[in-house]
């Protein structure tokens, strides 16, 4: 079992930044790889950007590429999620995932942290 704890969330003005963190406790030795998702109302979910335990690169969604950058901290077991020049439309709640090694989708969800940027 693994458990996610996601933290950062908040209410911030278009053009500030927020960094998320996403804690994993448990069976961490089999993270393949993390990533970061999110919903907004009414809308279906959204990949945000996602990493390797390896670190070797970074995958990022179309609409946050040159402003959202994700990183992980092998040591704390922690992914974080750095966002800059937020815009209105990425107000969502944002869902960290684990993703074991074998798996072929991601097996852990974080309860989600809500991010509301006001134009």
């Known amino acids: 079992q693994v458990q996610l704890a996601e933290s950062g969330g908040g209410l911030v003005q278009a053009g500030d930044s927020l960094r998320l963190s996403c804690a994993a406790s448990g069976r961490t030795f089999s993270i393949n790889r993390m990533g970061w998702f999110r919903q907004a109302p009414g809308k279906e979910r959204e990949f945000v950007a996602s990493i390797p335990w390896s670190g070797a690169y970074t995958t990022y969604g179309n609409s946050v590429k040159g402003r959202f950058t994700i990183s992980r901290d092998t040591a704390k077991n922690t992914v974080y999620l750095q966002m800059d020049s937020l815009k209105s439309e990425d107000t969502a709640v944002y869902y960290c995932?684990?993703?074991?090694?074998?798996?072929?989708?991601?097996?852990?969800w974080g309860q989600g942290t809500q991010v509301t940027v006001s134009s």
């Open positions: 995932a684990l993703r074991l090694l074998g798996s072929v989708d991601y097996d852990y």
